[in-house]
């Protein structure tokens, strides 16, 4: 099979459906931290760390499915992802002890990995034309932004008249449906002669051997941190923690009239300017090096990020941060993803991009696992974001290091 000169391919777009609804799903998990607390009496931390060992789980599982995709094919990962995710909701919403909902955590965050980035993106970007690549993967990646605008608010939605358990099920129905696209996903393998006839073992022990690669896997911790942590304790955060909302102000007027209305709209908001910075980043990694935009977003979301906490919290300034944020949120991945694909090449694309992936889901597990262990130490998340604008600021340093050319056409002379 021939890849398409065109942008919006088949492949394309059934990639950007499933990413929107495992997205959705996904992002909607914060929304759930207070009603499971308080209906079953738990700490914090016990959500929490389900929470994070999703975030684990779907790091584990994301070179995996990878590597399954490459074994088997694509289609017939993403349909055992489907399963296993579905399986993980329906199981979690019949669980009511904490150590319940950390078993089949397991399950879910496997089917995050299964339907997620790692084997869409592999797909996507092998069905995509050269020139077409970097929009393609942004695309996709800004496919989840909008699964995390809807996600989010139709679950605060469907709690007013589901209970949790009810909503799991309903999440677990919606993801099941993606099965139903997959004839569409059809995509060439787009590798060369050389790539074809070596073995996964000996492209990892090649490119474990590259210090770049390293640099890149430890570059994504920061963004899995950050990301993790505010998916699962923003909503609460600013259910907490931020100043009223002014009756006959803009957001009242808007229907928000509660700080919980408003973490649910926050995360919405994250997701829907993310729409545009993902899609600027996919333009500007066609035309600049994405190593040195990949530094410029985690220095930008270290300056947010410090902003935001130092001044006291309000709804204007809750507004403000989450679109801010959102302009860089997911902007990393078609950079990262890209920085994968142009340097090791795509044959294993999926398994490669994986790895570093796990470097994101190790850094989500720790920061959604540490917001709720230090709040329920000391009432309040203050050290987890000075943590994470620590690890941005590192992020942003060490991704000017890597040399940005494709690894078996280096020599000593070229640049960086």
């Not at 496997?110 to 339907?115: L, N, R, S, V």
């Not at 799991?168 to 997959?182: D, P, S, W």
Request: hydrophobic share 50%.
């Amino acid at each position: 099979m021939q890849r398409s000169s065109g942008l919006f391919t088949p492949v394309l777009i059934v990639g950007c459906i499933i990413i929107a609804v495992s997205f959705a799903v996904r992002a909607s998990f914060g929304v759930f931290q207070i009603p499971i607390a308080e209906e079953l009496d738990w700490l914090r931390t016990d959500f929490s760390l389900a929470i994070a060992i999703q975030n684990l789980a779907w790091g584990i599982g994301q070179p995996i499915f990878g590597a399954i995709a490459e074994k088997i094919g694509d289609r017939k990962a993403i349909v055992l992802g489907a399963l296993t995710y579905a399986a993980g909701m329906v199981l979690t919403a019949w669980s009511v002890t904490p150590l319940e909902h950390q078993i089949y955590a397991w399950l879910v965050g496997f089917g995050i990995a299964g339907t997620g980035f790692g084997v869409v993106l592999a797909v996507v970007g092998r069905a995509a034309s050269e020139e077409n690549r970097s929009m393609s993967l942004a695309l996709v990646t800004a496919a989840g932004s909008i699964g995390q605008v809807v996600g989010a608010p139709a679950a605060e939605w469907m709690l007013t008249f589901l209970s949790w358990q009810q909503t799991f099920i309903l999440f677990a129905i919606a993801i099941l449906l993606l099965i139903l696209t997959l004839p569409a996903m059809r995509a060439p393998e787009a590798a060369s002669r050389q790539e074809l006839e070596e073995s996964l073992g000996q492209v990892l022990a090649t490119t474990f051997r590259d210090p770049s690669y390293t640099l890149i896997f430890l570059g994504f911790f920061s963004c899995g941190y950050q990301l993790g942590f505010l998916t699962a304790h923003f909503p609460a955060f600013v259910t907490e923690l931020c100043g009223p909302i002014q009756p006959g102000g803009v957001l009242h007027s808007m229907g928000i009239t509660t700080t919980s209305a408003l973490g649910a709209v926050a995360i919405s908001l994250i997701g829907a300017a993310n729409i545009a910075g993902t899609l600027l980043a996919g333009w500007a990694g066609k035309h600049f090096r994405k190593k040195y935009l990949l530094a410029g977003i985690y220095t930008a979301r270290t300056f947010v990020t410090a902003v935001f906490i130092v001044f006291p919290i309000t709804p204007t300034s809750v507004i403000i941060f989450s679109l801010a944020m959102g302009t860089l949120w997911l902007a990393t991945v078609p950079l990262t993803s890209g920085l994968v694909a142009y340097i090791y090449g795509l044959r294993f694309m999926g398994t490669l991009y994986g790895i570093v992936f796990l470097s994101h889901q190790i850094g989500s597990f720790i920061g959604v696992w540490l917001g709720g262990r230090m709040y329920d130490i000391y009432g309040d998340y203050t050290m987890v974001w000075w943590i994470g604008v620590g690890v941005g600021a590192f992020s942003a340093i060490i991704h000017l290091p890597i040399r940005e050319n494709p690894l078996g056409q280096r020599d000593s002379h070229q640049p960086a």
